[in-house]
């Protein structure tokens, strides 16, 4: 069960960086994780008052604070204009309405969740994250870095413009996810995010131009090979590696056929 | 800590724990509808509305309440009586228990949208479960009270 000591409303990002150095703080995003966890939290710092909660579009870029809830995101219709209704495909799997209007952005990223939709997403674009003390650096970065104590503002996602496709494998509907996957273009290459592997979430590129602009059904079975052979799985109650290992190839093929604007069977 | 709210439309003071839930303090003050189910964020019994948005009470600290307005079924009495009386004529009542919180979901999703499709009312409700009914007859009760706003 949890427990908290003192709780504090931070007034800057300053007194919350400073408070979360210490041993047994921690900040608060959704809680919808922290509320099961058993260790004792001596001061929960809530970020809520700060103005993270909001989703900026410019030419360029989404800025998305750490504080926006799934559902805002899921509902944003810039957004889901970009990525062709990715985002809202991701987000609309997990649990319900009501969790994802308490989940935050930051607080699925920062986690880094093996089983994280919100982190295969934008592994699919060109997203940066913002940390506090650690400045903006790539995802595909922020992914390998070792959880520490900074404090992630905001996600950047650059417009550059291309196709985005999501696709998940669920044993039942709203529950975590055994794979996910979203494929997409953009720069002129494809690339694929994986994610529940079950570990976090990782990218592949086609650095071999296997899938041509126009995508064929053999080049995009040929992707789903490539991909599966660089993406390291594994098992546990969920499914085995060697299941996962053969989602990978069939969601990465179907994904790219939709991409490729053709029938992909789901 | 200190805490000062709207609850169901009156204001409401109390000194809570940092670690009290929405969940508790609000069954703490009368609203029983409110109910634990899995404790952990997947079953949509505890729903409420804050500040208008449908959450789930057993996820959100009581103190992040703070200066919001919290809505449960006790306060949604006059719009929920519009069509409980339809999930009741589809037997979707059953036992019961996860009533209140397909309740409040539901009165969200009509607030949010008052002409749901059958697919857009199973995306909106899919938060709530039901180990009674398999959820068709609550689709057909919904479908039935909307149907009959039309007519």
Redesign the interface.
């Given at each position: 069960m949890m427990t908290i000591r003192d709780y504090v409303m931070a007034e800057s990002l300053e007194q919350a960086f400073a408070l979360n150095q210490k041993k047994g703080s921690r900040i608060l995003g959704g809680m919808l994780w922290l509320r099961l966890s058993s260790t004792p939290i001596t001061t929960a710092i809530d970020l809520g008052a700060l103005g993270l909660d909001t989703i900026e579009e410019t030419e360029d870029a989404f800025s998305i604070g750490a504080m926006a809830r799934l559902r805002q995101l899921e509902q944003h219709p810039g957004l889901n204009a970009y990525t062709q209704g990715a985002v809202k495909d991701a987000l609309g799997s997990i649990v319900g309405v009501q969790f994802r209007n308490l989940a935050t952005v930051g607080g699925s990223i920062f986690g880094r969740f093996g089983f994280s939709d919100v982190l295969t997403v934008f592994l699919s674009m060109d997203t940066e994250v913002e940390l506090y003390q650690g400045g903006v650096l790539p995802l595909t970065d922020f992914i390998r870095q070792k959880r520490d104590r900074d404090i992630l503002t905001r996600l950047i996602v650059y417009k550059k413009p291309g196709r985005f496709v999501y696709r998940s494998m669920r044993a039942a509907s709203t529950d975590f996810p055994v794979l996910t996957c979203a494929v997409s273009r953009w720069d002129g290459v494809f690339r694929a995010a994986i994610g529940a592997r079950p570990m976090a979430a990782v990218r592949v590129e086609d650095e071999t131009g296997i899938l041509p602009e126009a995508v064929t059904e053999e080049a995009a079975a040929a992707f789903g090979e490539y991909v599966a052979a660089r993406v390291k799985t594994a098992g546990n109650l969920r499914g085995s590696a060697a299941y996962r290992t053969h989602l990978v190839k069939v969601l990465t093929t179907r994904a790219a056929l939709a991409l490729g604007g053709m029938h992909d069977e789901t | 800590?200190k805490l000062d709210l709207t609850l169901n439309g009156r204001a409401v003071s109390d000194d809570v724990?940092?670690?009290l839930?929405l969940l508790e303090f609000l069954r703490e003050h009368g609203c029983l509808s409110v109910k634990q189910g899995c404790g952990?964020?997947?079953c949509?019994l505890c729903?409420v509305l804050l500040d208008d948005?449908?959450?789930?009470s057993?996820?959100?600290?009581a103190?992040?309440a703070n200066g919001r307005a919290v809505v449960t079924l006790e306060g949604l009495q006059e719009e929920a009586s519009a069509f409980v009386g339809f999930l009741a004529d589809q037997g979707a009542d059953q036992c019961g228990f996860c009533n209140p919180g397909m309740v409040m979901?539901t009165i969200?999703?009509l607030r949010e949208n008052p002409d749901p499709s059958d697919d857009e009312i199973r995306?909106?409700?899919?938060?709530?479960l039901c180990r009674c009914s398999g959820y068709e007859g609550q689709l057909r009760g919904i479908r039935a009270y909307l149907d009959s706003r039309k007519e």
């Open positions: - | 800590m724990r940092p670690d839930t952990t964020a997947n949509g729903t948005v449908p959450v789930l057993c996820s959100v600290l103190v992040r979901n969200a999703l995306a909106y409700l899919a938060g709530n």
